[in-house]
C-alpha cells in the first residue's frame, strides 16, 4: 500500500476544539470530544464536552479575575471592550466562514450576524463610563450627610446561551455582565464550538485579562444543577429554558442565595433588533453601594 507521501496526497489534520479558561484553551479534564458534522453530514471537527469540573474550574478562574476587572477605570473597560470589537472586525472573514461551514447559514446571513455581534459589543463598550452617572445618585437625607448610591458590579456570573444565532446570541449577553465588571462563564451548546471557539481567539488576542471571560461547550443538563448548586457564583443568566430546568435552577439559586435572570431564545434577526441591546441587560448583574459621608469633613 501506497502511504499519503508517495501518492502525492496528504491527511487532513482534524481539529478539536478545546474550552476557553483563565485565557488558556485546555481540553476538558474528562477527554470527552463530541464529533460535529454539518447540515450535509460531512465532518467539521471535534468539540471538547465540558464536564462539571470544567465548569467548577472556569469559576475559579473567574473569580481571580473578578476582583482585578471590577477595580479597572470604566474608561478603561470600555476601552478593551472595544478593542475586542476591533479584533472581530479584523477576522470578520474567518468568523463568517465558519458560521456558513459550521453552522449551516447562508452567506448574507453569516455575514449580518459577524456585523450586529460586532456592533454590540461596540454598544457596550460605550455604556461602561456612563453607568455610575445613569444609575448612581445622591440621596437627600435628613441630617449633615452626603449620602450617595453607585451600582458596583456583582461578581461572578454564570451565563447559558440559547440553542439559535451561536455568535450573537452569545456576545448580547457576555457583553452587558463584563460592561457591568463582572467576570462571566458563559456555557454555550456543544453544536455552538465552532464559532464559540472563534470568539474566545478573538478575546484572548484582544487586552481582555485573562479569567474575564471563560467560555464552555457542553450539554446544560449537565453543567445546569452544578452551576445552581455551587457557591462561589454571585449570579446566573439563562436563555431559552425549559420549565423544569428553570425550577431546578431558581430552587438550587435559593438555596445559595444568587441571582438569576431569565430570557427567552430567538433567531439570529431577532436577536441583532436594537431592544436587545439596552441598560436593563446591565442592571440585572449590579448591585447599589449606598455611602454616608459627614458633611464638612
Known amino acids: 500500500m501506497k502511504t499519503p507521501a508517495q501518492t502525492n496526497m496528504r491527511l487532513t489534520v482534524a481539529k478539536t476544539y478545546k474550552l476557553f479558561i483563565g485565557g488558556a484553551f485546555p481540553r476538558t479534564e474528562s477527554g470527552r470530544s463530541v464529533a460535529l458534522r454539518n447540515r450535509s453530514g460531512e465532518f467539521v471537527a471535534n468539540a471538547s464536552r465540558a464536564s462539571r469540573k470544567d465548569l467548577r474550574e472556569a469559576v475559579v478562574a473567574a473569580r481571580k479575575a473578578a476582583e482585578g476587572w471590577a477595580g479597572r477605570t470604566a474608561y478603561l473597560r470600555s476601552q478593551i471592550l472595544y478593542r475586542a470589537a476591533e479584533m ?25 450576524e459577524v456585523s450586529a455581534s460586532i456592533d454590540r459589543l461596540v454598544w457596550y463598550a460605550g ?3 456612563k453607568l455610575t452617572q445613569v ?80 467560555l464552555l461547550t457542553g450539554n446544560r443538563d449537565e453543567l445546569l444543577p452544578t452551576a445552581a448548586a455551587h457557591r462561589d457564583i454571585d449570579a446566573i443568566g439563562a436563555v431559552g429554558l425549559s420549565m423544569e430546568e428553570q425550577v431546578l435552577l431558581e430552587g438550587g439559586a435559593s438555596a445559595t442565595i444568587k441571582r438569576v435572570w431569565l430570557d427567552a431564545d430567538r433567531t439570529s434577526s431577532a436577536w441583532a433588533v436594537a431592544d436587545h441591546q439596552s441598560l436593563y441587560r446591565i442592571t440585572p448583574f449590579l448591585e447599589v453601594k449606598t455611602s454616608w459621608h459627614p458633611m464638612g469633613l
Do not use: Y
Open 88 to 112: 472581530m472586525e479584523s477576522r470578520r472573514e474567518s468568523l463568517t466562514a465558519t458560521l456558513v461551514k459550521a453552522h449551516g447559514k447562508t452567506a448574507k446571513a453569516a455575514e449580518a
Open 127 to 129: 455604556w461602561c463610563d
Open 135 to 214: 444609575l448612581g445618585n445622591q440621596n437627600p437625607v435628613a441630617g449633615p450627610f452626603f449620602n450617595m448610591s453607585s451600582p458596583e458590579a456583582t461578581g461572578v456570573v454564570v451565563l447559558f446561551a440559547g440553542e439559535s444565532s451561536p455568535l450573537l446570541g452569545l456576545v448580547s449577553i457576555v457583553a452587558p455582565v463584563i460592561c457591568g465588571g463582572n467576570a462571566v462563564v458563559a456555557c454555550s451548546p456543544i453544536a455552538h464550538a465552532p464559532i464559540v471557539i472563534d470568539f474566545a481567539e478573538v478575546l484572548a488576542t484582544s487586552d481582555l485579562p485573562a479569567g474575564v471571560v471563560n
